[in-house]
């Protein structure tokens, strides 16, 4: 341990003040702030991970900041790691698609430690990231191909009605009844694409 003073010239008089009669400097750590903060963001997650001196790692905790990239940081989100590995996840759900965020990271010793005590080291650089924005195509492309997969079916299936329709109604009126079926024909396709629309 230390003992820590502080001497001056006040009023012509030299002083002494004790600041700190048993200093620890294990127990008055402030940390290099984490490095090479870096983010990668798939379509489930955002993974967010960084660096610190391997014989600490097992000692940090970490504390992680986040917001839209356009807003203060006084409104930033804050997360806390659920381990003491330098990296953390935020789920897809917290982000919204297609607006940029950014995040940065600090560090202290963990309230765990017996043997060292810090306080909070000064925020790290920041990664910037982005969620992807769902295309609004996809419900179109869907509707295509749902589309394509009962259209085939139900002409055939019209085309049978009608051909059975036809050959049952010739006793009666050929030159009426095909016009007849025609127009109904054309009704039930017309019916069919409003549907899968």
Same mark, same amino acid.
């Given at each position: ?16 003040? *004790? ?9 008055? *750590? ?33 504390? #992680?900041?986040?917001?839209?990239? @356009?807003?203060?940081?006084? *409104? ?42 810090? $306080?909070? @080291? ?58 007849? $079926? #025609? #127009?109904?024909?054309?009704? @039930? *396709? ?8």
């Amino acid at each position: 341990g230390y003992r820590v003073s502080l001497q001056g010239n006040f009023f012509g008089r030299n002083h002494t003040y *004790i600041t700190f009669p048993e200093y620890n400097p294990r127990r008055h *750590i402030k940390l290099d702030p984490p490095l090479n903060i870096q983010s990668n963001v798939t379509a489930s997650k955002c993974r967010i991970w960084w660096s610190v001196p391997w014989y600490l790692v097992e000692i940090l905790q970490y504390e #992680l900041q986040y917001k839209e990239y @356009s807003t203060s940081w006084e *409104i930033a989100l804050n997360k806390t790691p659920p381990s003491s590995l330098p990296q953390i996840e935020i789920e897809a759900t917290e982000l919204r698609s297609g607006i940029a965020y950014i995040a940065r990271v600090r560090c202290k010793v963990s309230e765990n430690e017996d043997s060292y005590h810090s $306080q909070w @080291s000064e925020w790290s650089q920041t990664t910037v990231f982005q969620r992807a924005g769902v295309p609004k195509l996809s419900e179109k492309i869907l509707n295509t191909r749902t589309m394509q997969f009962l259209f085939i079916p139900l002409s055939f299936g019209t085309l049978l009605y009608l051909f059975w329709s036809c050959k049952l109604s010739q006793k009666a009126s050929p030159a009426l009844t095909f016009p007849r $079926q #025609l #127009l109904s024909f054309s009704h @039930s *396709i017309i019916c069919t694409m409003g549907i899968l629309r």
